[in-house]
């Protein structure tokens, strides 16, 4: 099939956010309101903060805000892949926080747990399976390093993954492109990632958040002991303040240089059939991605839809977030035809939806801690496309600064230190071009990074992907 033709009827719109199950907003903040935490963001970071808040002491008066409707940037419109994995993978946090990764490891282990328990506890229907994730590796070098990297990772004392070879990997999903894989069956929880926002959002109300969407906090300030945060209609005023704005300008502005806005697509196929299911396989309903720089992530869902997404990494100059950069077609042409590629069996088959979003992109590929004025303030950015779990993690180590914890998270390095922050433009944008074309030339080269992308590694910019 032509891939422009598989998207000829395709909405322009996050396939998640149509779900009929849609919440209604809640009516915007009109005057003045007080509260004991005042939490910025409807996102994963923002609701999950707002929840443990109240979990940890029920009494607390929480306000959350949000500028559109609860999920409606990244938490509504990703891939549904929620990984243990704090650091952005195994290998990242190996690069960075050697010493400290068991504990991060099992930190992240014990938080994709309390996910699941929450969506439990609170009767959030949202998909969560404990399905796993594969990585496939498609080039012949590709399999050398994943088998060398899980040697390496058993010999260190870290859970590597278990070894497919080609056919095992594709008895699991079948692609003439797989060659082998790396196979995680605990670490990975595949969900709906809307439904996992509004579900959160009605555990906040039930618990007693007053949450009001379009509502956008638009500057902060201290006030008296506390801080004022001003809205279009009104401000609210609140003794402590979490920002979970993520990819959007922090309201603290020494925080935005270590954060760039970069687009990822996606596509998502109609339901498959019964035959083209058996196909493919794929009874395990893991999810998949590939090992190369320029990678893909695929997963199917609920109803037997496929979504398939990334290749494409986009900056756009001035790093501003911009609803016109949510549609690629280029970029979503190129991903049609990788899809029939990777499956041919699939031949015919047609996209329901293409969609973009931005990532909050920071230099260390994971996310970063903060406080200011005088710790009545804190902030937690940069998940670099794999907050969906890592949020959960970073909420807490908000709660913990703000409450002037010393905790097994705020003790950490990872918590302590910062990224290494972008530079103005135009380098960001000369700087992050010209990574994008050496990542690409590497998946060319057989992995070899070039002269650009080992300066990098050598003072902690290493992009791997």
């Excluded at 990632?193 to 949450?211: F, H, N, Q």
């Excluded at 990777?342 to 801690?369: K, M, N, V």
Aim: aromatic residues 10%.
């Amino acid at each position: 099939m032509n891939p422009a033709r598989s998207l000829a009827e395709a909405t322009y719109r996050p396939f998640w956010l149509e779900d009929p199950g849609r919440p209604a907003a809640l009516p915007a903040l009109v005057g003045e309101e007080q509260a004991d935490l005042l939490v910025v963001g409807g996102g994963y970071s923002g609701l999950w903060t707002a929840l443990i808040a109240k979990e940890r002491e029920p009494e607390r008066d929480v306000v959350l805000v949000e500028g559109e409707e609860i999920g409606w940037a990244a938490s509504g419109r990703n891939g549904g892949f929620c990984d243990a994995s704090l650091t952005h993978g195994l290998p990242n946090g190996l690069t960075r926080w050697p010493k400290e990764l068991h504990r991060l490891e099992e930190l992240g282990a014990r938080n994709l747990d309390a996910i699941g328990d929450a969506v439990k506890r609170y009767g959030i229907d949202c998909d969560f399976e404990r399905s796993g994730e594969i990585t496939v590796a498609t080039a012949p070098y590709q399999v050398a390093e994943l088998r060398s990297f899980a040697e390496e990772a058993g010999a260190l004392g870290f859970d590597g993954g278990e070894w497919l070879e080609r056919d095992a990997v594709r008895a699991e999903v079948d692609s003439p492109t797989f060659l082998g894989g790396l196979s995680h069956r605990d670490s990975c929880a595949m969900l709906h990632p809307a439904k996992l926002a509004w579900g959160l959002k009605r555990a906040c109300l039930e618990l007693g958040v007053r949450i009001y969407e379009h509502t956008p906090a638009t500057a902060l300030a201290r006030d008296g002991a506390g801080m004022a945060a001003t809205t279009p209609y009104g401000r609210v005023r609140a003794r402590r303040v979490a920002l979970g704005t993520n990819v959007f300008p922090n309201l603290v502005r020494r925080v935005r240089p270590y954060v760039v806005p970069v687009y990822d697509h996606a596509l998502m196929t109609e339901p498959l059939s019964a035959e083209q299911l058996a196909s493919i396989g794929w009874s395990n309903r893991q999810g998949l991605s590939d090992s190369a720089n320029r990678f893909h992530y695929f997963r199917i869902t609920a109803d037997h839809r496929i979504l398939w997404g990334g290749y494409d990494a986009l900056y756009h100059f001035g790093g501003k977030v911009r609803a016109e950069y949510e549609h690629a077609a280029a970029s979503q042409l190129k991903l049609a035809g990788q899809f029939f590629e990777t499956f041919p069996q699939l031949e015919g088959l047609r996209f329901s939806h293409a969609w973009g979003g931005a990532i909050d992109t920071c230099s260390r590929f994971a996310a970063f801690f903060g406080t200011a004025h005088r710790d009545r303030v804190a902030y937690a950015a940069g998940y670099t496309g794999l907050g969906v779990g890592a949020s959960r993690f970073g909420a807490e180590v908000m709660l913990d600064l703000l409450a002037g914890e010393r905790t097994e998270r705020t003790e950490l390095e990872m918590v302590r230190s910062k990224p290494i922050p972008f530079p103005p433009e135009p380098l960001a944008w000369a700087g992050i071009a010209l990574t994008t074309w050496s990542l690409a030339r590497a998946d060319e080269r057989e992995g070899r990074r070039n002269l650009w992308l080992r300066a990098m590694d050598r003072v902690g910019l290493g992009f791997d992907s």
